[in-house]
C-alpha cells in the first residue's frame, strides 16, 4: 500500500535527518507515528526510521514511552528481536529511531492472506518469539502487548523463517535499576484487549512475564483457527468474557489438533497466572517437540517450575512452509487486504473493539475499564440478590 506523510511530518522524502540518514519512503503512517525507509548515506545501508508526529508531542507519557521503546530494545541482543541502531531528536523537537528494516510480513498478514496453519507451523513461530521474550524476561521487561502483529516473519540469510519481536513502547520494567523503563501510570491500561491476560485487564501495573505467557497463549490459539478464545461486540463483554468464561474448545474449530497441542494452549489461557506455564522456557520446551528444527538458546528464566502433565511432549508434525514474502518494516504493523471466509467478520468486531481502546488514551482509559466492570458486577450482584429475594417469597 503506498501511503504518503501528513502535510505537517517533520520529515520529508529526499530529507536528510541528522546529516546520515536520507528519507527514501514512507513505510507506514499511524497516528501518532510514522516509519520511513531510509539510507545511511556513509554506509550506504538501507535502515527503518520511526518518529513521532508532531501532534503526538503533547502527550509526555507518549513521548516517554517512544523513547523508552529504544532504551529497551537496544539493551537486547537475542536475534529474535528487531535492532535499534540510533536515537535522535529532529531540529523541529520529534524524537526519532533508527531499526533495522525488515523484509517479510507480521504474522496478522500470514493468518489473513496465508494457507491454514499447522500446529508445526505455529509452534514454530511462537517458539522463537519465546525466546526473544526470554531475553526480555531475564532483564524484567514485561511486553504487555503480544500481539500477531507484533510478531514479524521474515528470513535469514540461509533462507529459513525468523521470527522477529516488535514494539515495546508499552512494556513494563519489573525489578529493574532505571526508574525511567518502570515508569508507568498505575491506571493506565494498555495493549490489545483480545490479547489481554485476566490480570492485565484489572490490575495492569501489577503484571509480571506470565502476562506475555497468556498472550502467546491466545496467539497459538488465533494461528491455527484464525478466531479469538474470548470473542465479543463491545469491550465490556470481552473483559467478562475473558474474566469469567472457558475460551471456545479448540476441537469444536478444528478436529485435526494433536490433544498434546490443545493441552498447550489452554495451560497458557489458564485465568489463574500460577496454573500457566511460569516462564517462557517452560512453554518452549513443551512446544519443541512440534517444531523440531527449534531449539531454545536461552538460561531458564524467572519462575521456573517444573512442567506439568499438560506440558507433555508431543510427536513432531512435519513442518510447513512459510510464506512472507511482500516488503515491510519493523514497527509498523502490515496493512493487509480483508481476510477471506469467516475470519473477515471475526476481524471486523475485533477491530471495533480494539478501536474502541486506541481512541482513549492512557489513564482516560484506565478509569473507563475500572467503571465498565464495577458496572457490571454491580448490576450482577443486585439480579442475584433480587432473585434470592423474592424466588422464596410467598
Request: charged fraction near 10%.
Given at each position: 500500500m503506498n501511503e504518503s506523510l501528513p502535510p505537517h511530518s517533520p520529515v520529508q522524502e529526499g530529507q536528510i535527518i541528522a546529516k546520515k540518514y536520507r528519507v527514501e519512503r514512507v513505510l507506514g503512517v499511524g497516528g501518532m507515528g510514522a516509519v520511513v525507509r531510509a539510507t545511511h548515506v556513509e554506509l550506504d545501508q538501507p535502515v527503518?526510521?520511526?518518529?513521532?508526529?508532531?501532534e503526538a508531542l503533547q502527550s509526555a507519557e507518549a513521548v516517554a514511552r517512544f523513547l523508552r521503546e529504544a532504551k529497551i530494545v537496544a539493551r537486547l541482543k537475542s536475534e529474535h528481536i528487531v535492532r535499534v541502531s540510533d536515537l535522535g531528536t529532529l531540529e523541529t523537537g520529534q524524537p526519532f529511531i533508527v531499526m533495522e528494516l525488515l523484509e517479510g510480513n507480521d504474522l496478522r498478514h500470514r493468518i489473513d492472506n496465508g494457507p491454514r496453519i499447522s500446529a508445526s507451523e505455529a509452534a514454530a513461530y511462537v517458539l522463537q518469539a519465546c525466546e526473544g521474550l526470554a531475553e526480555a524476561h531475564r532483564s524484567g521487561i514485561v511486553h504487555r502487548d503480544l500481539k500477531p502483529a507484533n510478531l514479524f516473519l521474515t528470513r535469514r540469510p540461509n533462507g529459513r523463517p525468523l521470527v522477529k519481536v516488535l514494539d515495546f513502547g508499552i512494556s513494563k520494567g519489573v525489578a529493574m535499576g532505571d526508574a525511567s523503563l518502570s515508569a508507568t501510570k498505575t491506571n493506565a491500561l494498555l495493549g490489545s484487549p483480545y490479547y489481554m491476560s485476566p490480570e492485565q485487564m484489572t490490575s495492569p501495573k501489577d503484571v509480571s512475564h506470565l502476562t506475555d505467557v497468556w498472550s502467546l497463549g491466545v496467539i497459538l490459539y488465533e494461528l491455527v483457527t484464525g478466531k479469538m478464545p474470548f470473542d465479543a461486540d463491545t469491550l465490556g463483554a470481552l473483559f467478562l468474557a475473558v474474566y469469567q468464561t472457558p475460551p471456545t474448545p479448540l476441537p469444536q474449530l478444528r478436529a485435526d489438533l494433536?490433544?498434546?497441542?490443545i493441552a498447550i494452549v489452554m495451560r497458557c489461557l489458564e485465568k489463574n497466572p500460577a496454573a500457566r506455564f511460569q516462564n517462557v522456557e517452560d512453554l518452549a520446551a513443551a512446544l519443541s517437540p512440534f517444531a523440531p528444527d527449534e531449539r531454545?538458546?536461552?538460561?531458564?528464566?524467572p519462575g521456573t517450575a517444573p512442567p506439568g502433565p499438560n506440558a507433555t511432549p508431543a510427536p513432531a508434525q512435519p513442518a510447513q512452509?512459510?510464506?512472507?514474502?511482500s516488503p515491510h518494516v519493523a514497527g509498523q504493523s502490515s496493512a493487509s487486504g480483508p481476510a477471506s471466509g469467516p475470519i473477515s467478520a471475526t476481524r471486523s468486531a475485533r477491530e471495533q473493539v480494539g478501536d474502541g481502546v486506541q481512541a482513549v488514551q492512557g489513564g482516560s482509559f484506565g478509569k473507563v475499564a475500572g467503571v465498565t466492570f464495577a458496572a457490571f458486577f454491580l448490576g450482577g450482584a443486585l439480579l442475584l440478590f433480587l432473585y434470592f429475594r423474592f424466588a422464596g417469597s410467598p
Open positions: 527503518a526510521v520511526k518518529f513521532m508526529l508532531p494433536p490433544p498434546e497441542f531454545m538458546s536461552t538460561a531458564p528464566g512452509p512459510v510464506h512472507a514474502t
